[in-house]
Nanobody, 117 residues
Framework: QVQLVESGGGLVQAGGSLRLSCVAS????????MGWFRQADGKEREFVAG??????YYADSVKGRFTISRDNAKNTVYLQMNSLKPEDTAVYYC????????????WGRGTQVTVSS
């Protein structure tokens, strides 16, 4: 079982930046894939970014503004969010899975990001 804990959310003005962190504990194997999702009020949860050992993936809505990275020694994944927009306001969730082919099965509790206009 893998436990994920997010941090770094908060209130920021449009155009500002935030960096989210997610620390993973438990059985982390080589090849473990990490991702960030978000859910705004009244909307479905959506994929934001993902990272394997070699590749990164982004939703079109955040490409060029968000960067996902990982520190394997610390079992931590980051989401650097720049040029934030009010539409980025959501609860951001960290997720993990054992391989690229699997579904995300481990989830954090989420961290709120609010972007004011």
């Amino acid at each position: 079982q893998v436990q994920l804990v997010e941090s770094g959310g908060g209130l920021v003005q449009a155009g500002g930046s935030l960096r989210l962190s997610c620390v993973a504990s438990g059985r982390i194997f080589s090849g473990y894939v990490m991702g960030w999702f978000r859910q705004a009020d009244g909307k479905e949860r959506e994929f934001v970014a993902g990272i394997s050992w070699t590749n990164t993936y982004y939703a079109d809505s955040v490409k060029g503004r968000f960067t996902i990275s990982r520190d394997n020694a610390k079992n931590t994944v980051y989401l650097q969010m720049n040029s934030l927009k009010p539409e980025d306001t959501a609860v951001y969730y960290c997720a993990g899975k054992g391989s690229p082919e699997a579904n995300f099965g481990s989830w954090g509790r989420g961290t709120q990001v609010t972007v004011s206009s």
